[in-house]
């Protein structure tokens, strides 16, 4: 045989198998892109089912502003009082915080039948709101949406993070802001344009079609393996997260819930300065946060666009809550990837600004002598300049100033008193504009904004991230052994 024939033959072959190495890979890169979008649906899914639960708590949460023109008139189907108002809206708050106390409590072998009570929870309240014969109903209507969402919404985040890998579930956590917020938006568009009885009845039927889906939620591993169908979760571990070893992945589960009950984070925080102090920092930012004014104009949005003589109010106030939604995706996304400190001084210091143009504005009733639109700018500006920072970031703190022993309680801390604070500074908002003018609340919030500003200057650290005793020893142990490595 000569060279040439060789060497043909030799081309022919390599030629033949490279096209058929590369037929394989190209077949396995299509599998591999065909489990993995498998896999993400069935991760991403079952978790936003289980997430609609926000949209009914944010069809009551915006109830307020659409309704309260309504039933504070005296020919309204159940007349309240202006003082009665802020104590309707706080029921909701009330029934936030109780539900709370009691979210990392499961009533069955997996999270997902918590979600199914509260929804449950949440149908009822509707229920009640729909047949409402005074201003009892009322207030039993919000506390019991308050209580349901309240405690589904840690079912949810359990679910959530049974269900997904850890980056999935950081995405997926934060857009629970995001349901609750449509929730809001919807009920500013519907309520301004439909009765209230009307109102209800949507809510009701939303509510039913997301307890439908509730029920039919898949199991997460960790409720297969609580029931004792280890096979059953090592395979559905396979499919969710089919990087790790089930097997491994199992047993990894079976620690964690042997260890869920141990430890208490109250007692860590108090026996540890350091976080002593951040409790304290995080609380009064949590308290600016609320007092510099956003809860009283989103529940009295339309009253105060009313009260400032601005034309067609209520179309006003529907813009206003879809500014209030995207910045607080903005604020969320966008705002947490700067330096929180100057975040914090910027919305702080613009929102100062914007409480000063609001008081001249209401003073010198410059919408009555010049410009009908004013308020409608100013407050556009400030809800957006709040939201994006002293409404975002201070949630944000829990993963920078405690250790994970401590995140979950502090989340439960956080609403609570999120919710407190926000029960409060309305009715005391209701208490002034009953009786003195519009503009005297707002120089209550103008002060309180300026004791953010110093409160955040002097208190907020640039740059700061809590590290336990054995975190600050590693890198002095690290060091000295690199010493030791260069004097040998």
């Given at each position: ?35 993995n ?21 944010g ?45 990392s409590?499961?009533i ?11 929804n ?12 409402s ?5 009322l207030?039993?209507?919000r ?18 993070q049974e269900?997904?890998?850890?980056e ?16 809001f ?18 809510s009701?039927i939303?509510?039913?079609f ?12 960790k ?9 059953d ?18 047993y990894?589960i ?5 260890r869920?009950?141990?430890g ?11 976080l ?12 600016f ?29 529907i ?5 209030f939604?995207?910045?607080n995706?903005?604020g ?9 400190r ?42 957006i300049f ?6 975002s970031?201070?949630?944000t703190?829990i993963?920078?100033?405690f ?5 979950l309680?502090?989340t439960?801390?956080?609403?609570i ?23 005297i ?8 904004t ?13 740059e ?8 600050k020893?590693k ?14």
């Amino acid at each position: 045989m000569t060279n040439w024939e060789q060497r043909a033959i030799t081309e022919n072959v390599t030629s033949t198998e490279t096209t058929y190495i590369f037929e394989v890979q190209e077949n396995n890169r299509l599998d591999n892109l065909r489990n993995n979008m498998k896999t993400g649906v069935w991760q991403i899914f079952p978790s936003v089912c289980a997430s609609l639960a926000g949209i009914p708590f944010g069809l009551m949460l915006g109830w307020p502003s659409p309704t309260y023109h309504t039933l504070l008139q005296s020919d309204s189907p159940i007349p309240i009082t202006l003082d009665q108002s802020a104590m309707v809206a706080g029921f909701l708050m009330l029934g936030m915080s109780f539900g709370t106390l009691w979210s990392s409590r499961q009533i069955g072998p997996g999270s997902k039948y918590g979600i199914v009570l509260g929804n449950v929870l949440v149908l009822v309240g509707w229920v009640i709101m729909w047949q409402s014969r005074d201003v009892f109903w009322l207030l039993g209507s919000r506390f019991t949406i308050g209580s349901g969402y309240g405690y589904a919404l840690g079912q949810i985040k359990c679910y959530i993070q049974e269900m997904t890998d850890k980056e999935m579930s950081v995405v997926l956590t934060k857009l629970l802001t995001f349901y609750a917020l449509t929730g809001f938006f919807l009920a500013f568009a519907i309520g301004t344009f439909i009765d209230f009885r009307r109102y209800s009845l949507i809510s009701l039927i939303i509510t039913v079609f997301i307890l439908f889906l509730a029920v039919f939620l898949p199991s997460t591993p960790k409720e297969l393996i609580k029931t004792k169908k280890l096979n059953d979760a090592k395979k559905l571990l396979a499919f969710l997260k089919p990087n790790l070893d089930p097997q491994q992945e199992t047993y990894s589960i079976i620690e964690k819930m042997s260890r869920e009950r141990g430890g208490n984070a109250i007692a860590e925080i108090y026996r540890n300065r350091e976080l002593r102090n951040n409790f304290l920092r995080f609380s009064m930012s949590l308290f600016f946060q609320q007092y510099s004014g956003a809860p009283p104009t989103l529940v009295y949005t339309e009253v105060i666009f009313r009260e400032s003589h601005v034309p067609f109010p209520e179309y006003f106030a529907i813009v206003y809550a879809f500014l209030f939604l995207l910045a607080n995706i903005f604020g969320v996304y966008v705002s947490t990837k700067y330096n929180k400190r100057r975040v914090l001084i910027f919305s702080s210091c613009i929102t100062l600004f914007l409480y000063i143009c609001k008081i001249f504005v209401i003073y010198n009733k410059v919408n009555d002598k010049y410009f009908s639109y004013t308020t409608v700018i100013i407050m556009y500006l400030f809800i957006i300049f709040h939201t994006i920072g002293l409404g975002s970031i201070p949630f944000t703190f829990i993963s920078n100033w405690f250790p994970p022993s401590c995140q979950l309680f502090m989340t439960k801390y956080f609403t609570i008193l999120h919710c407190i604070f926000a029960l409060t500074i309305t009715k005391v908002f209701q208490v002034l504009l009953g009786n003195f003018d519009l503009y005297i609340s707002f120089c209550l919030f103008l002060l309180l904004t300026l004791l953010a500003i110093i409160f955040i200057i002097i208190f907020i650290p640039s740059e700061y991230s809590y590290q336990s005793d054995i975190q600050k020893i590693k890198p002095n142990i690290n060091s000295d052994f690199v010493e030791k490595a260069d004097i040998k």
